[in-house]
Nanobody, 119 residues
Framework: QAQLVESGGGLAQAGDSLRLSCAVS????????MGWFRQAPGKERELVAA????????WYTDSVDGRFTISRDNANDTAYLQMNNLKPEDTAVYYC????????????WGQGTQVTVSS
């Protein structure tokens, strides 16, 4: 049974930094693409960042590019999202997800962690 567990969310002020972690078990982590999504109240869930298994290909949505960094530690089956210069509009529930690179969609999801940024 695959399990993804996020941690590191919380309260922050504008300009602060937070680091989210996603511990993965039950999957061949080193072979999977990892993504971080977020969902703000009243909005659809959006992909924030994604990273291939070998960390060669990385993608960020425009609103976080230059402020957020996705990374992974294949030796410890953990993915990270470093969030710098946080803005109130970054307030959302953040989810990590894993995708088999041979498939189009993300099949495995964490339970989410709340990030709240005050101005």
């Amino acid at each position: 049974q695959a399990q993804l567990v996020e941690s590191g969310g919380g309260l922050a002020q504008a300009g602060d930094s937070l680091r989210l972690s996603c511990a993965v078990s039950g999957l061949p982590f080193s072979k999977y693409t990892m993504g971080w999504f977020r969902q703000a109240p009243g909005k659809e869930r959006e992909l924030v960042a994604a990273l291939t298994w070998n960390s060669v290909d990385v993608w960020y949505t425009d609103s976080v590019d230059g402020r957020f960094t996705i990374s992974r530690d294949n030796a410890n089956d953990t993915a990270y999202l470093q969030m710098n210069n946080l803005k109130p509009e970054d307030t959302a529930v953040y989810y990590c997800a894993a995708r088999d690179p041979t498939k189009l969609g993300y099949d495995w999801w964490g339970q989410g962690t709340q990030v709240t940024v005050s101005s």
